[in-house]
């Protein structure tokens, strides 16, 4: 914007002296936010982020030196629970369900050279209906075995990996008919009946509580 000359100039030399310097500051004002501001504005959002980072590292700094007793107790839950291997593989029921058949028959052919020596006679699966930590499959086997042969299997299902359960069990000795002369003894068998379980590395989720609203106490 010109200024005319004629405003400069005045009959009072003192107020001329004063418009120019109202007009120089005028003009460095201008000057300012046009040149300046942008940078001062940049500098000082440079400088937040700039605090930002430091306390970031400071935090990561922290957190870097809480990781060796981080992993203790890792170790210590590792020792104390057991690794995935104490569970069975599966991550669904049914698969739970026949993983636990196979098992089981695993078991008891490895202990048996005749089939009629130790039989299964079935193993319906059970509800599990006292959930704890994590989800547990449930079989009602029922065999038919000799002595001996039952004590390796239920041998072998305590040191089974995954860990298998036995809970309810009940042994009943058959009545066995004498055998014929010159016929080798029949061994006695044993009517066996118990509850195997095994754990699936699922936790058992709570149930969630059901919505009483607008109903009256």
């Known amino acids: ?10 009959k009072n030399p003192e107020m001329d002296k004063w418009y120019a310097l109202l007009i120089l500051i005028f003009v460095l004002v201008m000057v300012y936010f046009i040149a300046f ?4 504005s940049e500098h000082a959002i440079m400088n937040e982020e700039l605090e930002e980072l ?13 990781i060796p ?8 839950v590792k020792e104390t629970v057991g690794d995935n291997t104490n569970f069975l593989v599966s991550d669904t029921d049914n698969l739970g369900k026949a993983e636990l058949t196979r098992i089981l028959k695993a078991i008891v052919s490895q202990n048996t050279d005749v089939a009629s020596a130790c039989q299964t006679i079935n193993h319906t699966p059970s509800k599990d209906k006292e959930p704890d930590q994590f989800e547990k499959i449930i079989l009602k086997v029922r065999m038919r ?8 299997v239920l041998a072998d299902v305590e040191k089974h990996v995954p860990h298998l359960f036995i809970d309810n069990l009940q042994l009943e000795q058959r ?18 009946r ?17 919505d009483t609203r607008g109903r009256r106490p």
């Open 1 to 10: 914007m010109a200024i005319s000359p004629s405003l400069l100039k005045g």
């Open 37 to 40: 501001q942008g940078f001062v």
């Open 54 to 66: 430091q306390q970031n590292r400071v935090e990561y700094s922290e957190s870097e030196a809480m």
């Open 69 to 76: 007793e981080l992993q203790k107790r890792i170790n210590i």
């Open 145 to 152: 075995c000799q002595f001996d042969k039952m004590i390796g």
């Open 175 to 192: 009545a066995i008919r004498r055998s014929r002369k010159n016929v080798a003894p029949i061994k006695p068998m044993l009517e066996v």
């Open 194 to 210: 118990f509850d195997l379980y095994a754990y699936m590395n699922k936790p058992v989720r709570s149930k969630e509580k059901k």
